[in-house]
């Protein structure tokens, strides 16, 4: 395998279906598996945050969920296919499992939310078996999540609590569990549930969803104000020729 280095954070080489038919190698293999799909903003929080650092470190794959990482990796004269995000990934995932009536987990959201999830997944994926799920508004000290999920041992636990969180629920619990794929996919379940639409196809097509996503959300404009310091960056870290 091959991996490109960006700001300190090893990014698998890899595109969409080739990702995906490899984490489906690995449920039938029964490989324990932590994914995490990052973007400027991760890395960025992650080259100022040592725990969140230590926790992308630890996880057996990270994937390009941003065309800001897969810019980069260009600049940095190690180009990345294209972007693997975790809805798409996640989509693809719940088709396999719906093949193969794989068992699955799924932590975050809120309840409603969750819910209406749940509910679609059955309706679109009759054979998938959802052994267990847990909203995100749970006491982080005191809780029962990582001891229910060794006892229903899904093949695959999608973990929705938004960045950083996602990331170090799964780091903090992985060495609990013997196997499955563990995987944050941010705000999937509300895409999945409609509670949030996705990016029309021309804007996905033209790699602009994040100005879908500001347009929506227009109180999203202080976190993009990372992008032109991720861009200094990367531009900075080419001057030096720190690339792997």
Do not use: C
């Amino acid at each position: 395998m091959e991996f490109v280095t960006v700001m300190n954070v090893p990014f698998l080489n890899t595109n969409q279906r080739s990702f995906v038919l490899l984490l489906q190698e690995r449920i039938e293999k029964k490989k324990k598996t932590f994914v995490i799909t990052a973007n400027p903003e991760i890395v960025m929080r992650a080259n100022k945050n040592r725990e969140l650092m230590q926790h992308i470190q630890l996880a057996t794959f990270v994937v390009a969920d941003g065309i800001g990482i897969v810019k980069a990796a260009k600049i940095l004269k190690q180009p990345l296919p294209e972007r693997v995000t975790g809805y798409d990934t996640m989509i693809e995932l719940l088709k396999i499992a719906n093949n193969n009536s794989y068992k699955i987990f799924l932590l975050g959201a809120k309840q409603t939310t969750l819910k209406k999830a749940i509910d679609k997944i059955n309706m679109e994926y009759p054979n998938i078996k959802i052994v267990g799920s847990q909203d995100g508004y749970f006491n982080w000290e005191e809780n029962d999540i990582s001891e229910r999920i060794m006892q229903l041992k899904p093949d695959i636990t999608f973990v929705a609590l938004g960045s950083p969180k996602q990331e170090n629920w799964i780091a903090s619990n992985f060495s609990y569990f013997e196997h499955g794929i563990f995987i944050g996919v941010g705000g999937s379940f509300d895409v999945i549930s409609g509670t949030v639409k996705r990016a029309p196809v021309l804007f996905q097509k033209l790699n602009l969803e994040w100005l879908y996503r500001l347009m929506k959300q227009p109180s999203r404009w202080k976190r993009m104000l990372v992008l032109p310091q991720f861009a200094i960056k990367i531009f900075k870290q080419k001057l030096k020729g720190k690339t792997t």
